[in-house]
């Protein structure tokens, strides 16, 4: 996903796309909206992340925490250490899923190797991006100890080691519900006249009860949520490659106690051009769709593949118990020479400001096949008990 956004979508293929879910429609009637969001986002003939801009930064849509300098990747570096001398010291696999530039992973391996640690000789890393395939050649570096794919089916058993997920869970499709009349209906994107419009039908699954039921979910009369199903197959078949490591997943979301209660409301939100809204039937193809992270689900589901829970927190708890202020630069004085170090810290700041990037996003870690061990990411402040 390279080249400026400022070139935005190509328009035949956004009325590629465009044609493509009305096709679908035609042919089958109102689609569920899962189903359209993953025409929108992830459609070879147009989708979001197929397209060939890129989405992340100021010339992007939306800031994520690696756009804040280095001091992000540094500071989740320090926690895969010590993952790594909690699994013995052997070799060590690190998977990063939703990959999508692989910032992250490209900023672990050159921490480690600027600090000379024995775990760079022994790390593989592994990226995982679904639009790989139509990114390839279009300026994505790689190194020598990374490799490339598009699924977790892709990636063999991993022995030792660690899958990472950043802000990937929160753009799976998410099927949408309300309740009406006592009856759970889903939320249907049919088509008439000139525009994409909700409707609601009968649930074309029985899994979203079902989801509704096991978590003790109860949604009010008229009340609006979002359920993904994708992520609790996601987090399942993560956790049913390792045979002795860690699941991290980082992203915005609630402990489902928060995010399904009645205040809270929908979560789907669209990203355009650093702006916020909440219809995704507008810039079809050039707009980023998002929801919330039910991070119980995540856990409950985890447990189907041995995932053990380590903790929970926020990322401002999470980085400052890794010792993220470690990274502050000294700028006593107000000199030209001190403006780059002023301006890190500065992204430094925005990492862990409460109310904002700090408290919204989360960090969720499991285990499998050790102890539980004490991790430093958790030292400031776990809130695993809000799970439940």
Known sequence: ??????AGLDAAAKQGLIQLIKDRIVKNGPIPFAEFM????????GGYYASAKSPWGGAGDYITNLDMGHGFPRTVTRQIIEMWEALGKGRFTLVEAGAGRGTLSAGILETLRTQRHPLYDLIDAQLIDRTWDARAGKGIETQDKVSWHTSLREIKPIKSGCIVSNELIDSLPVHRVILRDAKLLEIHTDFGGSNFFDIPKEPSTDKLAQYLKHGGIRLVEGQRAEINLDATEWIKEAGALIEKGFVITIDYGLPRRELYAAETGPTLH???RHTLNNDP???????DITSH???TALEAAGAASGLELTGFTTQKNFLLGLGILDELQNTDELTPANIEKINANRLIKDLIMPQSMGDTFKTLIQHKGITKPALKGFSWRDM?????
């Open 1 to 6: 996903m390279t080249g400026g956004h400022e």
């Open 293 to 295: 992270v039910d991070f």
């Open 281 to 287: 039937y507008r810039h079809i193809g050039e707009q």
């Open 270 to 272: 669209c990203h355009y």
């Open 38 to 45: 993953e025409l929108a986002l992830y459609s070879p003939d």
């Open 384 to 388: 695993s008990r809000y799970l439940r």
